[in-house]
């Protein structure tokens, strides 16, 4: 819903190694994200159907109690239809690169 995306991962202390948050547009598009209720840093990972078209690692929370308009927002490099937001650091971990394909599997 426009809602849950609005959230995100806002509010959760911690994203599991092997966990995250999927976002699936049905056009792609420019998509901006912030940070907007988060307390951890993420990874976000924007995708142009299955390739890797961005990789924005360790985004950091904005300091507790920020203006709205204070906050940063992140601008996919080009239209995405798919985001994926992870655990800090996961996304080089796993050795996602821009250019990449990938093979995503939902439970």
Do not use: C
């Amino acid at each position: 819903t426009p809602e849950l995306r609005r959230r995100g991962l806002a509010g959760r202390t911690e994203v599991p190694a092997n966990g995250g948050m999927y976002f699936r547009f049905d056009e792609p598009a420019y998509r901006v994200f912030w940070m907007k209720g988060m307390i951890v840093p993420i990874d976000i990972i924007w995708l142009h159907g299955v390739v890797v078209s961005g990789v924005a690692e360790r985004v950091l929370p904005p300091p507790p109690g920020a203006a709205d308009d204070a906050i940063p927002r992140l601008a996919s490099p080009g239209p995405v239809d798919l985001v994926i937001e992870l655990a800090a650091g996961r996304a080089g971990e796993i050795g996602l690169a821009v250019g990449q394909r990938v093979e995503i599997l939902l439970p």
